[in-house]
Structures are given as structure tokens and as C-alpha cells.
């Protein structure tokens, strides 16, 4: 109603006003035309009167549609009017410059036009407003005015058209963002575990494409449209700075793999700065559309680059340093083979040109050859350093933990080698050190067992939030659950040798052996007995030389993190069993136990080369049935390594290598013998594990294992001061 009360009124002003140019259109005399546009008024004024006298309703196909009031006609009339006067304003202003008519005019022969457009029912009224307007103007070029109501169509229906179409589809997609959003993060959850390898492979492959584009030349079409566009400066600076973004990026997608958070925000702002190089370098659209498919996934991802660390905080491997050098090298060899038809001369570098292709190879792969050496001089010279240890925790917050631990391998923790991890509540903890990319955890978590979970998930977090790899070294039967849970691989490492106590004894024919072993040390002159930890100080000095003797028979250096080495600091937490022959110290070990009563055990056990033989057979002889009367349930002998692995032919590789080395390995180390030796005591055997991520990285976990136990004590005992545990009163050793 709107429309057609508009065009009436504008008709019947049209008719009323210009009757004499609108006769020329029709063919009607004007005092008829004049006579129809009163009609049309009147009309209009009836219609108006009609609806003021009360609520007027018209039914359609069922339907009653209230009709608008006097106010509401009247706008709609107004409205109308506004409408169709800015059409013919649009039009008039676009006719050719020798169209010689007065706008009142030309508003009425255009309301007549889009009347009998409409009457024609043909889409827009298309044709029919076309042919009246030449009608209208039959002064005036055929093909001036056709070209005026085409570029009229576009700018008063298409463009406007196409505002609004992008309007409503904003508002539509801003109405179900909420949708939106759900697909967005269901995206973002699916590819979570493979973004950081997906997106990685696509920004190193986004480098190459920017390097391999600033190498080539550019398209002529193009580039003939670009310099009425862009300046050559930003086009020669757009081309050098593309190709050093691209060597960047190789860079950049090494983070994303390792889930760096910064690599993520650098790897934003270079592939938003290479869209925009690419289009302005020479209109490389595709190039452009490649680098934004790859931000907008990137974008969506945010959630999968979570480690909180700089760039920089990486080590860039040689193989990736390799890899930046050889996609550099094959980008430059492909511009020299593209431009091999260009004679060379100092004068290319300076050369400056839109067609200067060659030139801007030249200086783009020297800019790109220096960003590369700087980065790659950067990661030689500023290796990434380890996490800052844990604070060094005191003695007594330790002491109090491992107190409560059934396990005697907890009193590791005061060895001054490790770092520690604790659990919410404060009583329980995980002691680890890091080597290389493992981060190795010795044994179980040590407190309440209902904070395992806790503590193994929180270890597994902090080693992937710095980019390592999560392993526990000699895990335990009990918590194999737990570790499979954490998504980790299983390795046995050997067995545990337990000797049972209740069954252990001196007496009748089972403690024939013991009991001889006993009494041929009473016979030989051994003195076996326990000194506590505040007196045993005292013998340091004898018990230095005893260990400084044993360690030069070994002709090895002292290991370290899974089990004890010479450390005064930590020595003075235990007890020390000390064995003299005629009044010298000949042999000693401290020892260990565990809380109520369920374990004992040694740790550091050394012997003089000139000790009678057989001393540290009766100082087991000896620490065992002290144990049994204090009441403990288990001495612990300590594992077997390799021992107990499978030789069938369908079991594990790890298991069936271990198992080749244990039974012709001792030429190396005396697997086979230890096992042997231990035997004797007929313990009870417990597996132990090593569990950790598999597949390739392994060989480096054991390195890395390895290179761990043999640097541990150089650790402890280079580590600031302060940072060893100081050493208890008397009165806590006593407790």
C-alpha cells in the first residue's frame, strides 16, 4: 500500500503540474491528463476520509488484515513520495550533460515510466521504463541514455541490493552466532590433537609459498593494475618483505608443533602481514587466499597452543635448521633458473622498476639468506635452557612425607639431586629431574596414595607445557593402571629382589647358609654394628677413604639419581651400618626404612679392597635379622636390571633385546650374576617398569635416562648453596 499510494500521489502531482509535457508521453490532450490527476487526488482524499471515520479491515483468502490509520497513511503517502522522487533524482542526475529538462518535469515522465513499468508485470520493468524514458527524450542520443538507465539500474537497485543482502546476512549470522560458536569449538575439539602437526606442516608450507612466489615473476595483467594502485616503493618493499616472512614462518611452524604459545601469536600477525605482502608484491590473490585459509584455522585453534613460553624458548634441532636451508637454497635455485635469460651486472641490484623482476629476486633472497643465518646463528648460540629448578624445600617438610612412606626408595628425596613436585594438599609429592626433553620421575608418587592420580596427572601437564616428555623410572606393579591411563608406554626394566622377613632365619637347615656366614665374620673378627646418624658423622673422614678406595677399584665415576652417592649433606639423614676388621672401617651403608615398619634397605654400600671376604654377605646377614626384630615385613635387596624379561619369540622387541643382553651382556655389567647373588636370599621378585611415550622418541628417553644417572651427582654437588637439604638436629635423626 505503501508503494502504490506513493506512485498515485506522485502520478496525480505529475499529471496535475506537468500535464502539457506528460500529453506529449500519452498522447491525451492536457486538460485531461490534468482531469485524471484531480481524480487520482480525489481519490486518494476519499481513501483517507474513509478510514478516518473508524478501524478499517479488509479480508483476503480468509485472512483480515487491519488497514492503517490517518497518521500511518500519511506516511506511507510521504514515504512513497521521498521513494520515488530520489529514483527520478538518481536517473535525472545521470542522464547525458546536453539532456536539457527541468527536474519537475522529469519526475513526472519517470512516474508515468515506472507505473507502466509495473502495469507490464515484466521483472523491474525491465524494457518497458527503458523504452518510455527514449519516449520521453526523443532530443537525445539512443545509446547516451540507455547507458545512463544501465549505470542507473546499477547504482539505484544492485549496489543497494547487494548493502542489503550483506546486511540481512550479517544479521542472520549474528542471530545464530550461538551456532556458530558450538561448530566452531566442536571444530576446534576435533582437531585439537592433530592441529598442532596439521597447521605446523600448513605455515612451514605457507613459508615456502611466499618464498617460491618472491622468486618468480610476476604476472603482467596484474602487475599493469597494481602500479595504478599501489606506489613502487610498497611494491618493492611488499616483495623483500614477503620473502623474509617466509623463511620466518619455516621457523614459526617448529613452535606450533611444540604447541607454543608464542608461536602462535607470531605465526598470526606473519601470515596477516604475508596476505597483505602478496597482494600488494604483484596481486598474488590465490597466494593471498592460501596464508588467510591458514589464519582463520589458526585462529579457530587457539585453544591447542597452550604452553606458556616465548619463541625463542625452543631448540631448533639440526635436522629443522637443515630443513629451512635446503627450502631456502631450492627457492634460489629456481629464481636463477627463471631468470637465467637476464645477463647478471652489479646495476640489478639498484635496479628499481615495476617490471624489474630479477632486481627484486636479487635483493628479496639476500634479505631472506640474512634472516636465516640470523635465526639459525640465535638457536647454535642461545641453546634453550632447562626449567628453573623447583625452590629448594627444607629438610623437615620432606622428612615429613617420606616419614608416612611405606616405600624406603622415598629417602631419595633428600639426595640433592632432583627437583619436586607437590600436590595440592602439601603431603605428598613427585621428585624428578629433567634431561634433555624427559622430564624423569623417580619411582612412584611418594605420600597418600589417593593423590597418585593428582600428582601423575600434574607431572604429565607440567612436562607438556614446557614441550617433554613425561617418563617414570622404575614404576611399580600397583600404579601400571594409572600410567596406561596417562596414554603411556610400558617397559620392564628387571625385578626387585624382597626378602621376606618371617620367613628369614638363621635356624635349621633353611639358615645353614646365613648362619654359617655369621659366624665365619664373629670367627674372622668383623664388627658389625649400627651407629646413628648425628655419631656417625664423626666417621666421615674413615668412610670417605673406604669409598674413595672402592670407587678406584671400580674404575667408574659415582651414579646418581636412583641410587646414593658419596654427599655428606645427604648422608647425615640415616643411620649408618659400619663394619670394623681389627678396629678400622672396612665397610659401611646407610640405611633406609620405610614407614609402618614395611621396609628395609640399604643404599650406599662401599668396601675397602683389603676387606676379608664375604663382609658384605654378613653385613646383609646382619641388617636382616636387626630388621625382623624391629618388626619390619620386607628388606629390600634392591633390582635385578633386566631380569625376568621374556624370550619368546612373539614377545615384545624391548623384551626379547633385554633378554639377549641379560643372559651375554657381562661383558658389560654383571647382569646375569647380580641376579644370581641375590638369589641366594630367596626373595620374592617384583617386576619393575619404565613407563614412558613410545615409538621413535624412546632410544632418546634412554639416553637421556642414562646421561641422567651419570650426571645427577655433578648436579647436587655444583648446585648453589643453599640448595642442598641442611642436614637434621640429633634429635630428628633420632625420630
Not at 503540474?17 to 491528463?33: C, M
Not at 643382553?661 to 638369589?679: A, C, H, I, P, Q
Amino acid at each position: 500500500m505503501t508503494l502504490w499510494l506513493g506512485i498515485f500521489f506522485t502520478l496525480a502531482l505529475g499529471l496535475v503540474t506537468e500535464a502539457p509535457d506528460v500529453s506529449k508521453l500519452d498522447g491525451l490532450s492536457p486538460a485531461v491528463n490534468m482531469a485524471l490527476g484531480i481524480a487520482i487526488l480525489a481519490a486518494i482524499a476519499a481513501y483517507v476520509f474513509w478510514i478516518s471515520r473508524k478501524e478499517r479491515s479488509v479480508t483476503v483468502e480468509g485472512y483480515t488484515l487491519a488497514l492503517p490509520g490517518v497518521k500511518s497513511t500519511g506516511a506511507q503517502i510521504l514515504i512513497g513520495l521521498v521513494d520515488l522522487l530520489g529514483a527520478a533524482f538518481a536517473l535525472w542526475i545521470l542522464l547525458p550533460p546536453d539532456a536539457v529538462i527541468a527536474f519537475p518535469t522529469f519526475a513526472a515522465l519517470f512516474v508515468v515510466a515506472m507505473t507502466l513499468g509495473m502495469l507490464s508485470h515484466a521483472p523491474g520493468g525491465a524494457g518497458v521504463i527503458e523504452a518510455t524514458v527514449l519516449l520521453a527524450l526523443p532530443g537525445l542520443p539512443p545509446d547516451k541514455v540507455l547507458a545512463s538507465l544501465l549505470l542507473w539500474r546499477v547504482v539505484y537497485y544492485l549496489i543497494p541490493f547487494t548493502l542489503a543482502l550483506g546486511l540481512l546476512g550479517g544479521s542472520e549470522l549474528a542471530r545464530r552466532k550461538g551456532y556458530f560458536a558450538r561448530a566452531g569449538s566442536l571444530l576446534a575439539a576435533v582437531m585439537r590433537p592433530v592441529a598442532p602437526i596439521v597447521l605446523g606442516a600448513a605455515v612451514f608450507l605457507g613459508g615456502i609459498v611466499l618464498l617460491i612466489s618472491g622468486a618468480l615473476p610476476a604476472e603482467t595483467d596484474r602487475l599493469r593494475v597494481l602500479r595504478h594502485v599501489v606506489p613502487l616503493p610498497f611494491v618493492e618493499a611488499s616483495h623483500l618483505l614477503a620473502s623474509v616472512v617466509g623463511v620466518v614462518l619455516l621457523v614459526v611452524a617448529r613452535g606450533l608443533l611444540r604447541r607454543l604459545d608464542g608461536a602462535y601469536r607470531v605465526a598470526q600477525i606473519l601470515l596477516l602481514a604475508g596476505l597483505v605482502f602478496s597482494i600488494t608484491k604483484g596481486g598474488d590473490f590465490e597466494e593471498a587466499i592460501v596464508l588467510g585459509v591458514v589464519l582463520a584455522l589458526l585462529t579457530v585453534n587457539r585453544r591447542a597452543f597452550y604452553r606458556r613460553a616465548s619463541l625463542w624458548d625452543q631448540d631448533l634441532a639440526p635436522a629443522w635448521l637443515a630443513a629451512v636451508v635446503i627450502v631456502l637454497a631450492g627457492s634460489v635455485w629456481l629464481g636463477f633458473f627463471a631468470y637465467r635469460n637476464v645477463d647478471y651486472s652489479n646495476e640489478l641490484w639498484w635496479d628499481f622498476a615495476y617490471r624489474g623482476d630479477a632486481p627484486r629476486f636479487l635483493r628479496a633472497s639476500l634479505a631472506a639468506g640474512v634472516a636465516a643465518l640470523a635465526i639459525g646463528l640465535h638457536a647454535l648460540l642461545h641453546r634453550h635452557a632447562r626449567p628453573a629448578a623447583t625452590p629448594p624445600e627444607s629438610a623437615s617438610r620432606l622428612a615429613s612425607i617420606v616419614a608416612t612412606s611405606p616405600r624406603a626408595d622415598s629417602n631419595l628425596a633428600f639426595l640433592g639431586d632432583k627437583r619436586f613436585l607437590f600436590c595440592e594438599a602439601g603431603d605428598a609429592f613427585i621428585m624428578y629431574q629433567v634431561q634433555g626433553r624427559s622430564w624423569v620421575a623417580m619411582g612412584d608418587p611418594v605420600g597418600p596414595p589417593q593423590r597418585a592420580s593428582e600428582l601423575l596427572w600434574s607431572f604429565r601437564e607440567l612436562a607438556d607445557k614446557h614441550g617433554g616428555w613425561p617418563v617414570f623410572y622404575q614404576a611399580s606393579v600397583g600404579r601400571l593402571p594409572m600410567y596406561l591411563d596417562l596414554g603411556l608406554s610400558l617397559l620392564k626394566l628387571g625385578e626387585e629382589a624382597r626378602v621376606d622377613l618371617r620367613t628369614f632365619t638363621l635356624e635349621g637347615k633353611a639358615g645353614y647358609e646365613w648362619r654359617y656366614v655369621d659366624r665365619k665374620a664373629q670367627k674372622d673378627g668383623l664388627d658389625i654394628s649400627v651407629v646413628s646418624a648425628a655419631d656417625a658423622v664423626a666417621l666421615y673422614p674413615e668412610l670417605k677413604r673406604v669409598s674413595d678406595a672402592w670407587m678406584g677399584s671400580r674404575k667408574a665415576g659415582e651414579k646418581g639419581f636412583s641410587l646414593g652417592f658419596w654427599n655428606e649433606e645427604y648422608l647425615r639423614h640415616f643411620d649408618m651400618a659400619v663394619v670394623r676388621y681389627q678396629g678400622r672401617v672396612v665397610g659401611f651403608a646407610n640405611v633406609w626404612s620405610g614407614a609402618d615398619r614395611e621396609e628395609a634397605t640399604v643404599d650406599l654400600m662401599r668396601y675397602a679392597p683389603d676387606a676379608p671376604k664375604g663382609v658384605m654377605d654378613a653385613l646383609f646377614v646382619r641388617l636382616m635379622l636387626r630388621a625382623k626384630a624391629e618388626g619390619y615385613r620386607w628388606f629390600n635387596l634392591g633390582m635385578a636390571p633386566l631380569s625376568g624379561l621374556t624370550e619368546h619369540p612373539l614377545g615384545p622387541t624391548w623384551n626379547r633385546v633385554g633378554a639377549f643382553v641379560f643372559r651375554y651382556g657381562d661383558n658389560f655389567y654383571n647382569f646375569e650374576g647380580l641376579r644370581t647373588y641375590k638369589s641366594k636370599f630367596n626373595p620374592t621378585w617384583e617386576p619393575r617398569y619404565l613407563a614412558c611415550p613410545g615409538g621413535w622418541v624412546l632410544p632418546q628417553i634412554l639416553l637421556d635416562i642414562t646421561a641422567l644417572i651419570g650426571e645427577a651427582p655433578k648436579r647436587a654437588l655444583s648446585a648453589p648453596t643453599g640448595s642442598a637439604l641442611p642436614p637434621p638436629s640429633a634429635e630428628e635423626s633420632v625420630a
